[in-house]
């Protein structure tokens, strides 16, 4: 503490200190360690603007990037997960799946969504990785089936983003 610190009143040298940024402005670049503010770099589409490292995003983010801002349907988020056969292995299938939803807000690993792109009507799906890695089960493929049935139904593009493990 400097001599002028010293003579400072103690409650002007506490509130000198205890600022704190809030937590969630910044974010640390894994590649570079540069500390971004996150509104410039959800701007930048995850992307470091100081070394051009893509940061991992959602399903949703992908989609919301990629579809045009407006009237967007999920198709088949009805669908959810059942363990019929009782799976374990060291820790029960449907603990997995309860967990994956807690993590993730999602309900499967698979989002499908009608939208448009650049005002062209289209269909897309993203994989959520942190969802179980992205792994492909019974209601993922159910998904991937129904968007594949609308597109060709409604003679429209289908465009899958695959991330999985």
Same mark, same amino acid.
């Given at each position: ?83 019929? /056969? @009782? ?8 603990? *997995?799946?309860?967990? #994956?939803? &807690?993590?993730?807000? %999602? ?24 969802? /179980? @890695? ?8 159910? *998904?991937?089936?129904? #968007?594949? &049935?609308?597109?060709? %139904? ?12």
């Amino acid at each position: 503490m400097s001599w002028f610190e010293k003579l400072m009143p103690s409650r002007i040298r506490t509130a000198r200190r205890s600022r704190t940024v809030p937590e969630g402005v910044w974010v640390k670049c894994a590649q570079c360690d540069a500390q971004l503010y996150k509104a410039e770099l959800e701007r930048n589409l995850k992307v470091c603007p100081k070394c051009s490292y893509h940061m991992r995003i959602s399903a949703r983010e992908r989609l919301k990037y990629f579809l045009d801002s407006g009237q967007q349907n999920e198709i088949a988020s009805e669908i959810e997960a059942d363990d019929p /056969l @009782g799976f374990r292995d060291s820790k029960k299938y449907t603990d *997995r799946i309860s967990d #994956a939803k &807690k993590k993730t807000g %999602e309900n499967e690993a698979l989002i499908v969504i009608n939208g448009e792109l650049n005002g062209n009507p289209i269909v897309t799906c993203a994989f959520e990785f942190n969802f /179980l @890695g992205g792994s492909m089960g019974s209601v993922v493929g159910e *998904r991937f089936c129904r #968007a594949v &049935k609308y597109s060709t %139904e409604y003679r429209v593009p289908l465009v899958s983003f695959a991330a999985s493990g």
